[in-house]
């Protein structure tokens, strides 16, 4: 089931959803994005546009038109949508911080023989 939610701004209604995982490795493989997922999730950095599109209903034209506090409602809104794809990341680095562990230990052991 896919998660989806409606955003009243008042004089609008925003649709945000779950992207599919064919649209998150679609996006990661754009040369030109920069997102940091993790930054985003711990409000270091900003959601590129591209990510807000994908998982709203709101072209760059509309996002630009929203008010502040509309932008932090679609903000909040894209964040809970996205937050089962952070914890994969999570869990990915978390693998990659055990894998880099395992290669400089047994490099070390190498090393002493």
Partial sequence: MRLE???DLGSTVVRV???T???IRNLLA???L???PIGFMAGATEIPTEVLELVTDLTSE???QLTLSEFGQVLEG???MLRPFYEIIGTLMEGVGYLQG???TASASSSAI
Avoid: C, M, N, Y
């Fill in 102 to 104: 395992i290669r400089q």
């Fill in 62 to 64: 509309k996002l630009k």
């Fill in 78 to 80: 894209a964040r809970e």
């Fill in 34 to 36: 920069t997102f940091d």
């Fill in 21 to 23: 995982v064919g649209q």
């Fill in 5 to 7: 939610k409606a955003i």
């Fill in 17 to 19: 959803h779950e992207p």
């Fill in 30 to 32: 754009l040369e030109s």
